[in-house]
């Protein structure tokens, strides 16, 4: 579990610095992940693959369609605490996980924050529309 820890500590590092995001990874996300990211032969060796599929991977997904913006706490759950949570929560946004049509309650997920009609997501499409260049035509 050590060097999962390690390997998620780096990827929130690199969220902090270029995101403004705070990591927040439950105790059984990380469990999975140290599980998948570990095996007999190869030690940790496939710990920065999974990490790459079953993390980064949703989340530049959430990231590109505004489900997690600037400043934002990103959560990262199992599959059943997710669940767990919809029920719970009617406002609950919902998540995204590298296992498509996967029921595996310990599939890892990134939860989504916003969705389309938020006035977050609306903002971070304005600017993210104004930071665009637009080519010189004047010749």
Request: aromatic fraction near 2%; proline fraction near 4%; hydrophobic fraction near 35%.
């Amino acid at each position: 579990g050590k060097i999962a820890e390690m390997g998620i500590i780096d990827v929130a590092k690199r969220l902090e610095e270029g995101q403004n995001m705070t990591l927040d990874v439950s105790p059984s996300a990380m469990d999975c992940l140290a599980e998948k990211g570990y095996d007999v032969v190869y030690g940790a060796r496939p710990l920065k693959r999974v990490l790459a599929k079953d993390l980064l991977n949703p989340l530049s997904r959430l990231v590109l369609d505004h489900g997690v913006v600037d400043g934002d706490l990103v959560q990262v759950r199992t599959r059943a605490e997710a669940d767990a949570m919809a029920k719970d929560d009617p406002q609950f946004s919902g998540y995204v996980s590298s296992q498509v049509n996967s029921v595996d309650k310990n599939d890892v997920v990134v939860l989504r924050n916003h969705t389309k009609g938020d006035s977050k997501v609306i903002d971070a499409e304005e600017e993210s529309q104004a930071t665009e260049s637009v080519p010189d035509t004047d010749d």
